[in-house]
């Protein structure tokens, strides 16, 4: 009689609102020997980003400045992990004259593939995945955005690692191509229909925080319109700092959507701190 009775408390109870947990980090493991996890192994790689996302059970993953020789490695690791099914959708950074922007090797010197950009998925349901180019100077690496299509959840989650304005990179004054690579990320991540989470390094600081370039805050205002940031503060466009002091990495989300918002600051493996989101999905 208990039971039943408790099974009809439970059924009058409201639902339990859905959410997707979303997690990005530049991982710093390809060039940088600055970082701890310059060099790890694939297998080093995977279980410190699979041990950061699954604390939170994170469905998607943002990954910067990661390896395409750990795909595989990443992808078994949390299906062994979780039980569950993981895609994975990965891009390699090109050098101008179209070769790859090699990932050092390991510590053994065991190749790892180009620097990458990708999204994991959690789940069986069908993942679409898109690369989409960005603008970029001729004189260094090529970018890109990755766009997953989730149909069954209506979501699009779209991430993306941004020229950094260093003289060897976006150099010319205001980053100009770091301006354009902003406008052309916030065109594709929109989908009729679809809920959209848009991120990763994007290397400007929020519009209102005073850090940065001028340029790079104006050239960011956009995203601020048209969605809500993880670690918006309030009415202002800031949020807290998630490399040396400053905030580069982002989550944007529906307005409204964002349920809840963690830096872990405690983490040095990589001089990028994880960057967690709750966002809400339709209907929840």
Known sequence: ?????????????PAEPAVLPVMTWNVCTG??????????????????IGRRALARRTEVIFLQEFCTGADGALEGWLEQRTGRRWTLGSWGLTNRDGTPYACHPDRLGRPRGAQSIAVAVAGDDPVRYEVHPLPAPPWFVKRAAICADLPAR???????????????????PGAPYRTKQLRRLLEISAAPGYRSVVGGDLNVSPPDSGQGSAAGRRAVAPFYRQYQECDQRGGRRTGGWTREGKKLDYLFAPKGGVRGCHVERDVTLSDHKPVHLRVALPGG
């Not at 009689?1 to 109870?13: E, I, K, P, R, Y």
């Open 1 to 13: 009689m208990v039971g039943h009775v408790l099974l009809l408390l439970a059924s009058l109870l």
């Open 154 to 172: 209506k979501v699009r989650a779209c991430g993306t690692h941004l020229s950094s304005g260093a003289g060897y990179d976006d150099r010319q």
């Open 31 to 48: 060039t940088n020997s600055a970082c701890r996890l310059y060099r790890a192994s694939t297998v080093e790689l995977a279980e410190q």
